[in-house]
């Protein structure tokens, strides 16, 4: 009875197979002249040597999955879910599904919309939520140092709009983050084209497996490049791409002419002179344990304003209900330092992680000060909270965390001298907090001089001529304190 069971099963696989392999024949034939470059890399790609068909990927339930139509007799959809991965990479998609990048877009720029429906009692992975709240509509025109811009956009009026669409939000945040694909009866209604990492599927689910593996080639070398977690981790906020063109390891990746080691199906001390950003925080490398969770070989947070241990569960992140999980932090750093002793001493590995943790230390101080110097502007009444990035402190405080102090603390992690110092430290203190300090003392001594003006109106009764002269000297005051200043 059991043979039989088998016997039947694989008859009917094969002929499961047969007839996907037919649609993908006929897949072919007709995007061969409307998308050739998406059928060469497919017919170029493993999933084709290995006999993964069009349907095999592309083929949906509309009960399950509202973006899913019908296409020339077939059900399909363009938004390849996690779900679609899922049936034969189970493992691979648990773990990502556990990181931070799965849920980089309601960490990141949906944030705002994520805390608004959860505090009106709705599910923001329900796609019933995003139809009858677009995202994307919610965050246009909200003042949050989440879009920095918008500080100056809602001072000079733009924000307020209905014409300004603050649309950089969508081609700069949500391109990387992911966005919120909104989809019904087959038909996508918003969100798409997106391939970020964080992206919200109209099935339910997070992430899209093509922000890295791209789209049809899926090729494991690529994905194992710098360059692709590079698309994402540069600029002045998080310039991991540029640190690691500076360190010691892309040095000796970049010079090298051959590549061809990141094909290998496993990445070993013995095959791998170069390590790029998939061998350190993914690969199975010298013991290490495969993981599609970028964060799990990491001790510290780098990117908040105060660097703490990993926290514990991302999905936790959005609501500012995420806590330090040393012991899982501890666990990251004994893995990271395994993958480093596949090439360096563990006096060396040791020596540079004691010297790291240091400079995390530095910034966290300098982090305090920071903060304890804006909030005093705010209590002495200097800057307002309306407003929460558009006065001076206020944009310096930002710039020292989200800028300064993330290459600080970044550049220190992957071996950039530059960024640590440079682009970190340097850039951090020497122009930005001598720059807020400057300005609270400045609007100190005019709120004294206006003290004084007024006390000298309340005594005269009116306003007489040395009032007058004092209230009309109030900005050359300023200005002089800030020349003499410069020149000390």
Same mark, same amino acid.
């Given at each position: ?8 099963? &694989? ?23 409307? !998308? ?5 890399? #497919? ?14 990927? *592309? ?16 059900? +399909?959809?363009?938004?390849? &879910? /996690? ?20 849920? !980089? ?23 019933? !939520? ?35 669409? *603050? ?40 992430? &899209?497996?093509? $922000? ?23 600029? /002045? ?6 640190? #690691?063109? @500076?360190?010691?390891?892309?040095? +000796? ?12 199906? @496993? ?39 105060? &660097? ?9 992140? /959005? ?43 530095? #910034? ?5 000060? %920071?903060?304890?110097?804006?909030? %005093? ?5 200097? +800057? ?15 710039? +020292?965390?989200? *800028? ?15 960024? %640590?110092?440079?682009?970190? $430290? ?38 007489? /001529? ?14 002089? !304190? ?7």
């Amino acid at each position: 009875m059991k043979k039989g069971l088998v016997a039947l099963s &694989s008859l009917l696989l094969g002929i499961l197979f047969m007839a996907n392999a037919g649609a993908t024949e006929a897949c072919i034939s007709c995007h061969k002249s409307v !998308t050739p470059g998406i059928v060469a890399d #497919y017919q170029q790609s493993k999933m084709a040597e290995e006999g993964v068909t069009c349907l095999d990927c *592309h083929q949906g339930d509309p009960a399950k999955d509202p973006s899913v139509r019908d296409h020339n007799g077939y059900k +399909i959809t363009p938004v390849v &879910s /996690p779900k679609y991965c899922e049936r034969c990479h189970e493992e691979q998609v648990e773990q990502f599904l556990k990181s931070k990048h799965a849920w !980089t877009a309601f960490i990141g720029p949906l944030k705002p919309w994520y805390n608004e429906m959860v505090s009106q009692g709705k599910d923001p992975l329900k796609l019933e !939520t995003a139809l009858a709240n677009n995202p994307r509509d919610f965050i246009r025109d909200k003042l949050t140092p989440l879009y920095p811009d918008s500080g100056a956009l809602k001072r000079a009026g733009l924000l307020d709009l209905e014409s300004y669409n *603050h649309e950089n939000q969508v081609l700069g945040c949500l391109e990387c983050h992911g966005s919120y694909v909104i989809a019904k009866d087959g038909e996508i209604l918003d969100g798409w084209p997106n391939v970020g990492v964080g992206r919200v599927n109209p099935d339910g689910s997070l992430g &899209s497996c093509s $922000a890295c593996h791209t789209r049809h080639s899926f090729s494991r070398a690529e994905a194992r490049k710098p360059e692709t977690c590079g698309q994402c981790h540069l600029g /002045p906020d998080h310039p991991q791409m540029e640190i #690691y063109e @500076e360190s010691k390891h892309g040095n +000796i990746f970049f010079s090298m002419e051959d590549h061809s080691f990141l094909e290998e199906e @496993e990445l070993t001390p013995e095959n791998t002179r170069a390590p790029t950003c998939a061998v350190c925080h993914m690969s199975g490398f010298n013991g290490a344990k495969t993981t599609h969770d970028v964060g799990a070989r990491l001790y510290w947070e780098l990117q908040p304003k105060k &660097s703490v241990p990993q926290w514990d569960d991302p999905k936790l992140v /959005p609501l500012g209900k995420q806590k330090p999980d040393e012991e899982q932090a501890k666990r990251g750093r004994a893995e990271m330092k395994r993958v480093c002793r596949g090439c360096h001493s563990p006096a060396w590995v040791d020596g540079y992680f004691e010297s790291f943790d240091k400079v995390v230390n530095d #910034y966290n101080k300098v982090y305090e000060y %920071t903060e304890k110097l804006l909030n %005093t502007a705010y209590e002495e009444g200097l +800057i307002s909270k309306d407003n929460p990035i558009d006065e001076i402190p206020e944009v310096m405080y930002y710039y +020292i965390w989200h *800028h300064d102090g993330r290459r600080w603390r970044m550049g220190a992690s992957m071996m950039g001298p530059d960024w %640590t110092h440079w682009n970190g $430290a340097v850039d951090a203190l020497m122009d930005k907090l001598n720059m807020m300090e400057e300005w609270i003392k400045m609007q100190r001594e005019n709120k004294q001089l206006e003290e004084r003006v007024a006390a000298l109106e309340q005594q005269k009764g009116v306003c007489g /001529p040395t009032a007058v002269a004092a209230l009309a000297l109030l900005p050359l005051a300023g200005y002089a !304190t800030l020349r003499r200043r410069r020149k000390l």
